[in-house]
């Protein structure tokens, strides 16, 4: 592990552009449950991917909104860990970076991470169902909502239409504007990091791939190995919030 270490501190400090690919493993050092992780009270009683579809929303629109305002509250309410802040920390030693990833949380922007691509949405940005427009709609209280409950969507002022969360669901496509940005990101980087994510999830799950296709070294940290198959790829494993801020000691 010290000798992969310091090989990936090497290949950073050389590197020119960086893509930080992150995934759910990165927010739950922050408490952040992924649908992999039990839930509590009245969610106890459904499985997070049936309610994460459009067709869930149709059929029960105050269920799944009243789901999605609970998750909104909780993400509220944690904090960026270590390893966030490393990533917002890696802007003073490389010239250009740019964090891509499949999380839906804001936790990038608040440690202080400039240009973050959500290639599946983001929690904190739910608009209008019928004609997508922006709705600012205030946090709720995470005390009051308990283990959950339903809530009915607020409505649009334009076209009366509900609310739904900004997030990808199961079955939509990715946002063209986040994803056509990303893969000339990935294209033309020298060196793509890749944290907290299985690679299991298509087409994010394409990126690292690419880059190194494309020549760039790829370092993926996690708490399991990821298996490599070239000599430009590296496995760093453990906890993003241990293994980034070491990276970023020895730049």
């Known amino acids: 592990m010290p000798t992969q270490l310091q090989t990936a501190i090497d290949h950073l400090s050389r590197a020119q552009r960086v893509v930080v690919f992150t995934g759910a493993g990165v927010s739950a050092e922050s408490g952040i449950p992924t649908f992999r992780d039990d839930l509590t009270g009245l969610w106890a009683r459904f499985d997070p991917q049936r309610l994460a579809t459009p067709e869930a929303f149709l059929a029960d629109?105050?269920?799944?909104?009243?789901?999605?305002?609970?998750r909104r509250?909780?993400?509220?309410?944690?904090?960026?860990?270590?390893?966030?802040?490393?990533?917002?920390?890696?802007?003073?030693?490389?010239?250009?970076v740019c964090v891509v990833t499949q999380?839906?949380?804001?936790?990038?922007?608040?440690?202080?991470?400039?240009?973050?691509?959500?290639?599946?949405?983001?929690?904190?940005?739910?608009r209008c169902h019928d004609c997508a427009r922006p709705m600012q709609i205030p946090l709720a209280d995470l005390?009051?909502?308990?283990?959950?409950?339903?809530?009915?969507?607020?409505?649009?002022?334009?076209?009366?239409?509900?609310?739904r969360p900004g997030v990808v669901w199961f079955g939509e496509s990715l946002p063209e504007q986040a994803w056509q940005s990303a893969w000339p990101e990935v294209q033309k980087c020298d060196l793509?990091?890749?944290?907290?994510?299985?690679?299991a999830v298509y087409?994010?799950?394409?990126?690292?791939?690419?880059?190194?296709?494309?020549?760039?070294?790829?370092?993926?940290?996690?708490?399991?190995?990821?298996?490599?198959?070239?000599?430009?790829e590296l496995s760093l494993v453990g906890r993003a919030g241990e293994i980034l801020p070491r990276l970023m000691e020895g730049l």
């Not at 944690?78 to 990533?87: E, K, L």
């Not at 999380?103 to 739910?126: F, K, Y």
């Not at 793509?192 to 690679?199: E, W, Y």
């Open 192 to 199: 793509l990091l890749s944290v907290g994510t299985s690679g």
């Open 73 to 96: 509250a909780r993400v509220g309410q944690v904090q960026p860990n270590p390893g966030h802040t490393a990533i917002a920390q890696l802007e003073r030693h490389v010239p250009q």
């Open 61 to 70: 629109p105050e269920l799944v909104w009243g789901w999605y305002e609970w």
């Open 103 to 126: 999380n839906v949380d804001d936790l990038h922007e608040r440690a202080g991470s400039t240009r973050v691509l959500h290639l599946h949405g983001s929690i904190q940005s739910p």
């Open 143 to 163: 005390d009051q909502l308990g283990d959950g409950q339903r809530m009915a969507p607020p409505r649009c002022e334009d076209c009366d239409g509900p609310a």
């Open 203 to 232: 087409p994010a799950a394409q990126l690292p791939q690419l880059a190194l296709e494309q020549g760039a070294v790829v370092v993926h940290v996690n708490p399991d190995p990821i298996a490599v198959s070239s000599e430009r």
